[in-house]
Structures are given as structure tokens and as C-alpha cells.
């Protein structure tokens, strides 16, 4: 079937005819026929990705009277950016029908501009549940008159605990309106919003509820705790080209995540709501043009996220709410495309990846973890692969040419290949060097230290010979993290991350490892400059302080020797 057998009017069909669309997804194929034939309360369930925004954004476009200056149809979406998402989306659906008016509102941004677009008028209104109801509070929009009702990603709503804010939307809309909801899942809370604002409602499933994406290839590695982390990078490594989404549960642990990942280099950023608003989207927009590979996120922060070609989606934790994981899985494989989501799971999670088994009746394909020679091998193609597609500019390097090839004149041509590879694959084979299996079942093979790691893992944790440890005036409390600091170091000092060993943020203060042959340079280069309206200084520590130092510990005092003291 193709979209211009279901019924959609000429502006529509050119509209979508000229954004590339042929032939309508099975929610879409469902959906759009009804809705035009028989303007009914809806639900249609399907998993995240699969077309949902174009099953109701069409029809709703379709029975909009351009000639009304008035609120007809109401979009509820649970987040900032899937809100501007639909918004644009039907924008460009509707791009040839020359007085139609869609206002998106939002927190997070003036509110006196968003009122300003309203008194103009606006045929369609996307609304995050909050803002609106602060500005129908205010008096400043009228929904009253409305002929439909979209509530996008229900599920994800009542979950951020938008129940009260719906209901009070709701109970401002007439009573003959239609209603028309949209969810990857079928919770109690959802059913409740049906029986109460619906009647009969149509209900068009695609596939079963709560099931997941099929197109999803669900994966899980069992690690110790304590490995999780190193896991986590095995898996980025073997997966050079990933763009893709790591979930964590917390907001300080998606913090932590995300800098250790752009201290050693990798191309990370993460999403949370500590984040003022200028700073997600900064970060949103560097992710969606792919200026950066990987995304750590909460649940909370990575909801409406809408994303075209992720490859991965890894649960760096499960989510507390098993629900929750159809939402985390489903933003890879959107569009027809195929993707994989990978849980870390620890020993005693088994039971928890069961209930989720039960919720997306698919089973886990329970892996081991990529050796490091699987890896190795991956990283040296991938580079190959660079190598082989990179575009020379002959005529900038003519010039050089002669002088370089002089270099070379005592080499075979195997040498200077193996030379120009190691400069870039020598990182990993150093790394992988003395690294054992990090899965479960695996944990006492010969060579692990006490701690469970091995090899480069374990020494991680500790500085090596040729580091100087180095003292910063700013913690924490002045908003430097991780990243903050590595990009500080790097553009003021002119090294490379490489130059940089163990990183410890505490409140008030930190520490870094950094290359000993370069000590005078961050003395000197990082004296006095300037974040966020904060002086730095640097200096090397006395003693080695900080988690990653040489200095002593402390030994506790024993029961005793307190009471003496109490004395």
C-alpha cells in the first residue's frame, strides 16, 4: 500500500511525496484510514520509532479548517524536544497549506514569547503538560473549543508524573472532542486515562502491547559490579563506528560515566538534569548532527529524544522500572532500520532480566564480552578502513613529498605500513596487552589481581611511574567536572588528552595525573585562566593527594583508642 491510497487530500500527499515517503508503516497504514473515514476516540499502541507522529499529525492536518483562526487540535507530548519534534514535523507535512498555524510551547524558554505566538492565533497547538497548564492559568489559551485531543507517548507522561497536569487539561476540553492516544505500552495508569476521557475507543495494535521493536537485537553480558565500567568500554571499542545511547539510572552516575569516557578520549557527552536548558540543547544539537558518537542519558532527560540511525542503545544500569526499558530500547531501530540494545547486567540481576523478557516476550542473547584480540582486530580494520577512504590533498602535500620520502628511503613498504599503523593502533594493543575475560564466569582466571581487574584495568586505579600528580584550586562546587577539566588542560596547554592520567573531582578541590616531561607546561599554562569567572591554579601536590595519589592512608582508630580520646 502507498499513501495515496489512504485517503489524505492533495496538499498532504505532495508534501509527503516531496519528503521521500512511499509506503506508510503498519501503525500509519492502520491508523490514517480510521481516523479519516471515522473521527473516533483512538489508541493506537505501538513501539517507539515506528512511525507514530505521521498516524495522528496527518489526520489531524486533514481536518483542520484553515479558515479558523482558532485552537481545533491539541498535541500533549511529555518533553521539550519531542514536543519541537512534532511540531516540525507538522510543519513540514502541512508545508502547502498556506494559513495553517502551529505554536509549540515549552518550559525551559521565555514564556512572553510563546503567549506573543498564541495572541496571533494558532490552529494547532504542542504543548508539554506543564507549560500548558501554566498558561491556561494565566488565561492565555483557550482549549475549550478544541475538536481533538493527541496524547503522544502516554505512557512516558504519566511515568515523569504529568497524571494531575493531564487530567486538568483534560477536564478544560469539551466533551464531544476526540481523543486520540499514543503509547509504546499499556500501564494501568493509561487504561485509566482511556476509561475516563474515551469513549469506545478504536484500539489498533501493532504488534502485541508492550512489546518491543523487532527489529531490535536484544543482547546482555554478565559482569561483576566492580568491571561494569570496563565493560562498558570493551563494548564501545569493539563497536567503532557505535552512535548510539548509554542509559544510566542516576544523574550522578550518567556525570561520572560521561567523564571518565571524555577523559580517555572518547567521543561522549552526557544529558541530565543538572543541565541548564542552553546546555541540553548545546548538547542535543552536537549529538543529532553526529558531532558527537555517544549520548549518556537518564531516563528522564533521554524521554522525546528523537533520533534518526542510532545504532546502540546500552543500559550502563537496567532501569529501576522494567517498563521503562521498551522506552530506553526503543530509540534504536526507529524507521524500519535494524539496532541493538545491550544490558550489564551483574549475577544477581538474572531474575530482573527475566520480567523484562516477560514484558517484551523476546528472549536476551546472553554473550560474553569481546576478547581483546576480537578487539584489536576490529580497531586495526576500522583504521584500515580510514586509511583507505581518506581523501589526499595531493596538491598541499606535493610539496612535502620529496623531503618525506627521504625518511623513508631505508624502509620497505611492510615497515612504513606497520609504522604509520601503530601510531594510532598502538593505544590499544597497549591497553588490551595483559587484559583477561571480564565476564562473570570467568573472574578467577589466572592474572587477576584481588580487586577482580586485570592487567591495564587494574592499574588504572593507580599513577603510573612517568605521572606527576597535580593539585586545582576548583572543584565540583564550581561546576568543573571531568571533561570541563580535560578540555581546559588541553586548550590552554596545547597537549593531548594522552598527556593526562587519573582525574579526581572532589567538592572544593582536585587532582590530575599528567606527563611528568610536561610539569613545567601545566604549571605555567594553567595558571590564572579563567572558568566560569573563576581563577585556576595548579600546582604538584606534596604528598600525592586524592583517590589516585601515593600518599598513605590514614589508618582508622580503633575502638579503644576513641574512648581514650573521648577521655
Known amino acids: 500500500m502507498e499513501f495515496k491510497e489512504l485517503g489524505l487530500g492533495e496538499e498532504l500527499l505532495a508534501a509527503i ?128 473549543d478544541i475538536d481533538t485531543v493527541v496524547l503522544d507517548e502516554a505512557d512516558e507522561m504519566l511515568n515523569m508524573g504529568f497524571k494531575e497536569d493531564i487530567d486538568t487539561i483534560l477536564k478544560q476540553t469539551p466533551k464531544d472532542k476526540c481523543v486520540w492516544l499514543f503509547s509504546a505500552t499499556m500501564p494501568d495508569e493509561v487504561a485509566r486515562i482511556a476509561r475516563t476521557y474515551m469513549v469506545e475507543p478504536f484500539e489498533i495494535t501493532v504488534g ?66 543538572d543541565l541548564s536548558q542552553a546546555q541540553r540543547d548545546r548538547v542535543m544539537g552536537k549529538f543529532r548532527d553526529k558531532h558527537i558518537q555517544i549520548l549518556v542519558a537518564t531516563d528522564v532527560a533521554a524521554r522525546g529524544i528523537d533520533v534518526d540511525d542510532i545504532t546502540h542503545v546500552i543500559h550502563y544500569k537496567l ?29 544477581k540481576e538474572g531474575r530482573k532480566l527475566k520480567s523484562i523478557e516477560k514484558i517484551i516476550q523476546t528472549n536476551f542473547d546472553i554473550k560474553k564480552l569481546p576478547t581483546p584480540d576480537e578487539i584489536c582486530e576490529k580497531q586495526l580494520f576500522k583504521l584500515v578502513e580510514n586509511v583507505e577512504n581518506e581523501v589526499v590533498n595531493d596538491k598541499a602535500i606535493d610539496k612535502y613529498l620529496p623531503e618525506v ?107 590530575f595525573d599528567g606527563d611528568k616531561e610536561h610539569k613545567e607546561t601545566f604549571i605555567k599554562k594553567l595558571q590564572d585562566v579563567n572558568f566560569e569567572g573563576k581563577s585556576m591554579n595548579v600546582e604538584v601536590t606534596k604528598d600525592g593527594g586524592g583517590k589516585g595519589g601515593n600518599g598513605k592512608k590514614k589508618r582508622k582508630p580503633s575502638s579503644k583508642e576513641r574512648n581514650r580520646r573521648r577521655k
Open 405 to 511: 620520502m627521504k625518511k623513508f628511503d631505508d624502509l620497505t613498504r611492510e615497515e612504513i605500513v606497520r609504522k604509520f599503523i601503530s601510531v594510532e593502533f598502538n593505544k590499544f594493543l597497549n591497553y588490551y596487552a595483559n587484559s583477561k575475560n571480564l565476564d562473570a564466569d570467568f573472574n578467577e582466571s589466572k592474572g587477576k589481581g584481588r580487586d577482580g581487574r586485570d592487567g591495564r584495568e587494574r592499574r588504572d586505579n593507580r599513577m603510573d611511574d612517568d605521572k606527576e600528580r597535580f593539585f586545582v584550586n576548583l572543584g565540583r562546587k564550581d561546576g568543573l567536572n571531568q571533561g570541563a577539566l580535560v578540555r581546559l588542560i588541553c586548550d590552554n596547554t596545547g597537549l593531548k588528552n594522552k598527556s593526562i592520567g587519573r582525574i579526581d573531582i572532589m567538592n572544593n578541590f582536585s587532582f
Open 17 to 144: 511525496n516531496e519528503l521521500g515517503f512511499k509506503e506508510p508503516t503498519p501503525i500509519q497504514e492502520q491508523a490514517i484510514p480510521h481516523l479519516l473515514e471515522d473521527p473516533t476516540d483512538l489508541i493506537g499502541l505501538a513501539s517507539t520509532g515506528t512511525g507514530k507522529t505521521a498516524s495522528f499529525g496527518l489526520p489531524l492536518l486533514h481536518y483542520v479548517d484553515l479558515e479558523m483562526n482558532h485552537t481545533q487540535g491539541l498535541v500533549i507530548a511529555p518533553t521539550r524536544e519531542l514536543c519541537i519534534q512534532i511540531a516540525n514535523d507538522l510543519e513540514m507535512f502541512g508545508k502547502r497549506m498556506k494559513k495553517l498555524k502551529i505554536v509549540s510551547v515549552y518550559g525551559g524558554t521565555d514564556i512572553r514569547k510563546q503567549i506573543k505566538e498564541l495572541e496571533r492565533g494558532a490552529q494547532i497547538i504542542v504543548a508539554t503538560p506543564g507549560r500548558l497548564v501554566d498558561l491556561i492559568n494565566r488565561k492565555k489559551v483557550r482549549i475549550n
Open 319 to 347: 532501569p529501576e522500572d522494567v517498563e521503562n526499558y521498551t522506552h530506553r530500547s526503543g530509540r534504536t531501530a526507529r524507521a524500519g532500520k535494524k539496532g541493538i540494545s545491550i544490558a550489564l547486567i551483574n549475577t
Open 208 to 273: 502485541s502491547k508492550n512489546v518491543t521493536n523487532k527489529n531490535i537485537e536484544h543482547q546482555a553480558y554478565t559482569v561483576k559490579e566492580r568491571d561494569r565500567y570496563f565493560a562498558l568500554k570493551r563494548l564501545i571499542d569493539f563497536n567503532p563506528n557505535i552512535y548510539g545511547l548509554i542509559f544510566c539510572r542516576t544523574r550522578r552516575e550518567t556525570a561520572e560515566v560521561a567523564d571518565k569516557l571524555m577523559a580517555e578520549g572518547y567521543s561522549a557527552e552526557p544529558l541530565h538534569g
